[in-house]
């Protein structure tokens, strides 16, 4: 493709991806040629699946697709009945070839960084030469289209905003943002089977919020009784100069009853601790100085026995079914009353349950699975979305694409799902 077409998309892609109905395209871009079914798979799957991610993607790579992909384009468009995108194409493309100026590059934008302080000589040389560094000065740093995505500046610059926004974001900003306790319960003597590939999700999201600017703890092969008291302690903690608190727990769960919080979490005792007393102990009462700060827990178990064998859709993705595959659910019985275990208040209520996320691996009643060699589909998924997208979306954008691609994997299906009473968007530093 050349560099007029090229950047005429650039130029429309805003108006592509709110507009452009990509279902019916599909069949008309493979017979044309101009995508082969692969390419027509990456972009069904780009981003969250949803329709203006595919939309976006399929823009992009029509880039690359050679000189007569915009006519070829245009004409699928029109074959699909998008007969106003298909105007706004054809004559915006008549008139680069009359008037070349009405299709230029887009100008790029100088982003000062930081305060600079120089003097008029110095700031003649900026001008005249923007990419020469003046010694001992914060220069500014200049982003391109390809820099910024398809929303262009004005999505950068109101992304900027929200987040410093107080009203409208939490704000992060101490180093570390808080602390990230991760539970991880992999060997039980109670019966319950061993959870092989458990310690290679610890591994990811250890690595993964430190890389997030969290003061990360592990702790291994707790009983009930282990983490009810861990998680006392780090309550009992001093957060006042923190921002915010990870919890995230790896063990074998089941039901339970409960008021808000559903499921249950099994020590290696094989006692389960209800997520409801978990999040409980975090409470305003119970843990003051988080007053007002994001509490985030993140439970890889079962939330039941049930397999979800899914219903039949128009496509479905072949991956995750390669032979020699064989997932582990992290399920166990449900015990309604456990015996002896010692929780007095396992169905206390939560006063307020305000800036809490839990965020399930699975809907509640089903099992989760686990691979014993590449971990869970849950915290695999988790950890690739975070590595890829934190920097820029928010924290429930960020479960969307979990939950989106987690549904994809396997035979037996799995959805992800969270109870969010956080009251503002959740960026985390990156």
């Known amino acids: 493709m050349d560099d007029a077409d090229r950047q005429l998309l650039r130029r429309c892609r805003v108006r592509l991806v709110s507009e452009l109905q990509v279902a019916p395209l599909w069949d008309v871009l493979l017979s044309r040629e101009l995508f082969t079914p692969g390419m027509i798979e990456d972009i069904q799957q780009a981003g969250s699946g949803s329709r203006p991610d595919q939309a976006r993607q399929l823009v992009i790579d029509l880039e690359t697709r050679g000189r ?4 070829l384009f245009i004409s699928c468009l029109e074959d699909t009945g ?41 700031l003649r040389m900026v001008k005249q030469y923007p990419s020469k560094p003046i010694p001992g000065k914060l220069t500014s740093e200049v982003l391109g289209p390809e820099d910024i995505g398809s929303g262009g500046f004005s999505d950068v610059r109101a992304q900027r905003e929200l987040r410093r926004n107080a009203d409208m974001a939490y704000v992060l900003n101490a180093d570390p943002c808080g602390y990230c306790l991760i539970i991880n319960n992999v060997n039980f003597s109670s019966g319950l089977s061993t959870r092989s590939g458990s310690n290679v999700d610890c591994e990811k999201l250890t690595h993964r919020f430190r890389l997030l600017h969290f003061s990360v703890e592990v ?30 727990i790896l063990s074998h769960g089941c039901e339970a009853s409960h008021r808000q919080f ?12 209800p997520v409801e007393r978990i999040v409980n102990i975090f409470n305003g009462t119970s843990c003051p100085s988080l007053g007002g700060k994001p509490k985030l827990f993140f439970i890889q178990a079962c939330g039941g ?15 995750d079914r390669a032979p020699g595959s064989n997932p582990e659910p992290d399920a166990a019985p449900f015990q309604d009353n456990p015996g002896n275990c010692d929780q007095p208040d396992a169905i206390s209520s939560l006063p307020t349950p305000s800036d809490i996320f839990v965020s399930y691996s699975t809907f509640p009643g089903f099992v989760s699975w686990r691979h014993p060699n590449s971990g869970s589909w849950y915290i695999e998924t988790l950890d690739r979305v975070f590595e890829q997208w934190a920097h820029s979306d928010d924290l429930q954008s960020l479960l969307l694409r979990v939950a989106h691609a987690v549904s994809e994997k396997g035979i037996y299906k799995q959805i992800p799902g969270c109870f969010n009473f956080l009251r503002k968007k959740l960026f985390f530093k990156t």
């Open 219 to 248: 702790k291994c092969n707790l009983t009930s009784k282990q983490m009810v008291q861990a998680l006392r302690e780090l309550a009992r903690r001093d957060h006042g100069s923190l921002d915010c608190c990870v919890v995230v």
């Open 68 to 71: 007569h992909a915009l006519p």
């Open 262 to 273: 559903p499921g249950a979490i099994y020590g290696t005792d094989g006692c389960p601790v």
């Open 82 to 122: 998008q007969t106003s995108l298909a105007s706004l194409l054809r004559t915006s493309s008549q008139a680069a070839k009359w008037d070349p100026k009405a299709v230029r590059p887009l100008d790029p934008i100088p982003v000062v960084l930081g305060p600079v302080d120089l003097k008029r000589e110095e």
């Open 305 to 319: 026995e049930q397999k979800d064998p899914g219903f039949e859709v128009a496509s479905t993705s072949s991956k």
